[in-house]
């Protein structure tokens, strides 16, 4: 290769970077407001010390977007999502958001002390190829809220053997912050599906039968309290059949 053809590639690089951060710059940026019920307890809500880091090779435009109230924000609503009263939720010293190199989507590490989410570059890059600006941008407050509800949620320490619930509740956080398009429902699966199959249907639990019950639910995950969550304890405090319960919900779909 040239000077010249090296100079006029990275010029053309540099534009397109240029024009993707300049449409990036017109999208609405307003994260969906969420209706709380007023607790000025909640006023004094500490949020964590948060920490962005970009540890990719790739550029991420989307990534401008993301700064410190932005992700207080979020912290703050996921926190009063899962909780009703701001003296049980947990308050993180320290969130650090970090967006590399990496296969998959995101993943979360850490504990109450400290948490960190990782958000994979390349998955970020590959949905902006078939989706508008505004559509990445949304998706990325979708990942950040799913996340970030790992961080504050309750897991009974016990994933490896109740990690559909987890997914599922976190899920139904994103989908509580504006971020799930529900045209996504369909039929099939099961309630322990995980993901957005369970989270939909806790979902239409919630709104149809059962008030509160994310909250509820949320708490039976406290391991500190020595009862081993299942579903059947769920559907033994909830005083319903689950698979009653599913046949009803698919059927509405």
Same mark, same amino acid.
């Given at each position: ?30 994260? +969906?407001?969420?209706? !709380?019920?007023? $607790?000025?307890?909640?006023? %004094? ?9 970009? !540890? ?6 989307? &990534? ?12 703050? %609503?996921?926190?009063? #999502?899962?909780?009703?009263? *701001? /003296? ?9 958001? #970090? ?8 993943? *979360?590490? =850490?504990?109450?002390? =400290?948490?960190?989410? /990782? ?5 970020? %890059?590959?949905?902006?190829?078939? /989706? ?12 950040? @809220? ?5 961080? @504050?949620?309750?897991? $009974?320490?016990?994933? *490896? ?17 504006? @971020?799930? $398009?529900?045209?996504?429902? +369909? ?7 995980? @993901? +957005? ?6 979902? &239409? ?22 009862? +081993? ?16 319960? &599913?046949? $009803? ?5």
């Amino acid at each position: 290769m040239t000077i010249k053809t090296a100079i006029t590639t990275l010029a053309v690089a540099v534009g397109l970077l240029a024009h993707s951060a300049s449409a990036l710059e017109n999208i609405n940026t307003d994260i +969906k407001p969420i209706q !709380f019920d007023a $607790d000025i307890a909640w006023q %004094n809500f500490s949020l964590p010390n948060v920490q962005i880091r970009n !540890f990719s090779k790739e550029a991420v435009p989307v &990534w401008q977007h993301v700064n410190v109230d932005l992700i207080k924000q979020i912290s703050y %609503n996921v926190a009063r #999502i899962l909780y009703s009263q *701001k /003296h049980r939720a947990p308050q993180l010293p320290l969130l650090e958001i #970090i967006v590399e190199d990496m296969k998959g989507v995101a993943y *979360k590490e =850490g504990d109450f002390n =400290g948490a960190k989410i /990782h958000i994979s570059a390349q998955y970020l %890059n590959k949905f902006a190829e078939n /989706h508008s600006e505004q559509a990445l941008y949304d998706e990325l407050i979708g990942v950040l @809220y799913h996340e970030i509800a790992h961080a @504050y949620q309750l897991d $009974d320490h016990n994933y *490896k053997e109740i990690g559909p619930i987890i997914e599922g509740i976190a899920d139904v956080v994103r989908m509580k912050g504006g @971020y799930v $398009d529900f045209a996504h429902r +369909k039929t099939g699966g099961n309630y322990d599906s995980g @993901y +957005k199959t369970t989270a939909f249907f806790l979902h &239409w639990l919630e709104q149809n039968h059962h008030p509160n019950l994310l909250v509820e639910l949320n708490a039976q995950l406290d391991p500190s309290d020595n009862k +081993k969550w299942t579903w059947q304890t769920f559907s033994s405090e909830l005083e319903i059949s689950l698979d009653t319960a &599913w046949s $009803d919900y698919q059927s509405k779909l």
